[in-house]
Structure formats: structure tokens, C-alpha cells
């Protein structure tokens, strides 16, 4: 099984911790030796869903919308995102350089195309601008990729 994941970032610690079990639970019948996670791997949903994946013994896939996607992510991060993406077993590029919005959903249409399902972690509001994370749950569900939307009850951005 390929599983996508695309999410709001900038949750809470506490959400954090939800939207993990969230992940634990929709991964619960999966086999981890079957199970691929392609991530563009930003902070957030992004990097908890691989990381739960490779503890499980599962795969991951990095998909970089941009050469300068890295530098637009918080510096914090920037060892997470190091470590996940030297443990990606395959890299896909957009071959955009800037790390705009339009690299983002480009980078997002590469993710949706290589998975069976998409995992949301959305609040079910609009995008607050091109590439977010409700623009992704349209493009798959136009092409057809099922999405399974993970939200915390009570929750609010």
C-alpha cells in the first residue's frame, strides 16, 4: 500500500499528539513490510506520518517541490527533514527552483499520483492560499485517489 499525506501545519504539541494516534490507527491494518508513505516531508503531519512509518518498518518516498524547499521550512526542522530525507528510499522532484505555492501544489500533484490513498490531516476549511491542504484533497479526489480526512474532534486552527 503507497499512502500520501498532506496536512496543516503549525499544530499544537497537544493536536500533535492526536493527530500521531490518528495515524497509528489508519496504519493499524496495514503491513509495515508493504507499506510505502510518500511525504514532501514539511513540518507537521508530513514528517510524523513517515516517522511513524519507518518505526513500523515501512518505506519512505520524499517528494521536494523545489530545490529551495528546505530553506522555506523552519530552521528547527531542518534535522528532522535532514533525517527522514537520508532515509527515503526514493526522491521525487518537480524540478521547480523557488519555493512558492506553485512548487507546493506541483510537489503535492507528484505525491497524489504515486499513492493509493491519500491521508488529510484538514480541517475541512479552504486553502489559505494555492497549494493547501484542501487544494490537494480536490486534485486526488478528481483524479480519483481515495482520501481519508484526519481531524482531532474539538480541534480548531
Known amino acids: 500500500m503507497r499512502i500520501g499525506i498532506t496536512g496543516h501545519r503549525g499544530l499544537t504539541a497537544e493536536v500533535e499528539g492526536e493527530v500521531r494516534r490518528l495515524f497509528e490507527d489508519a496504519l493499524a491494518g496495514e503491513d509495515a513490510g508493504g507499506l510505502t508513505v510518500v511525504s514532501c516531508i514539511a513540518d507537521g503531519p508530513d514528517s510524523w506520518l513517515a516517522e511513524i512509518a519507518l518505526e513500523r518498518g515501512g518505506r ?23 533525517r527522514l530525507l537520508g532515509s527515503a528510499t526514493a526522491v ?11 512548487a507546493h501544489m506541483a510537489g503535492s500533484e ?19 492560499g494555492y497549494g493547501g491542504t484542501a487544494d490537494v484533497v480536490s486534485y486526488a479526489r478528481r483524479l480519483g485517489v481515495p482520501v481519508e480526512v484526519l481531524w482531532p474532534q474539538g480541534t480548531h486552527r
Open 92 to 102: 521525487h522532484r518537480t524540478g521547480r527552483v523557488e519555493s512558492d505555492e506553485a
Open 110 to 128: 507528484v505525491l497524489v499520483r504515486q499513492v493509493d490513498k491519500l491521508l488529510a490531516v484538514w480541517d475541512g476549511l479552504p486553502a489559505r
Open 60 to 82: 519512505l518516498e520524499a517528494v521536494i517541490p523545489a530545490d529551495r524547499y528546505r530553506d522555506g521550512l523552519p530552521e528547527w526542522h531542518h534535522p528532522v527533514y535532514d
